[in-house]
């Protein structure tokens, strides 16, 4: 017999299994088609800025933002992230600062030519205008650990991924607000949890300047894969007969097929 854990009043993901009812919404199949082709269009339209205006931008807009991405789903349902909103100039110069610094290095000698290679394209250099320009920098932070009041700490579980799908939501949000965004990893980015003064369990995942695109905003010319590059499906195969046939698509292996 499995013993039960006996449940620590200390730590708050410890509890029984109280089952409440689902609220769930089933659309119509227009509907469902429609808003998911319109999200589908307006996400593809999405562009990884790195020039912006200085012009504000409404606050509600970036903390609608964070209240989206904090509907993530996550390990343990731990909600293991913290983000911190800049838009004091002083400190978003002092993290500007630490950035470059770092990036100089990393450009200079630390990153491998092939890395470089990669990154030509894309046309980056070690200068960091966007995180002075831009009238936001939101600072993602992954909490390793849960740590209480009374210093009691426990591990979180899944910690990237859950900031991953959070980080996707939040990017998903601004753009839905006609927003820009950059997602940036200056590295290493320690300096972060310095300059921003959060705890020790806390680690810098993901810096994301916000606002509007520079008057002269330039992106490069790259486009995304194509869906049949990226999509796998695993369908039954009609008449069922051919079951086990395999019926092969690009990118596919023998037991997939790209029919939808
Ligand atoms: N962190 C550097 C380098 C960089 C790395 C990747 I991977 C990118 O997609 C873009 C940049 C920088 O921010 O410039």
Redesign the pocket.
Known sequence: MPTTPTVDPRDPLDGEYCPVPLEFDRLDPATALQRSREFRDDMARRRTVRAFSTEDVPYELIENAVATAATAPSGAHAQPWTFVVVSDPDVKAEVRAA?EEE?RR??ESR?PDE?LR??RR?G???V?THLTDAPYVIVAFAQAHYVGPDGYTRKHYYVQESMGIACGLLLASLHRAGLATL?????PMGFLRTILGRPRNERPYLVVPVGYPAPDATVPDITRKDLRDVLVTVAPQHPPAARGEAVRGRGDTARSSTRG
């Open positions: 950035a990036e990393s450009y990153m890395w990669a990154l894309l980056t250099d070690d960091k997602t940036h990893t200056p590295s």
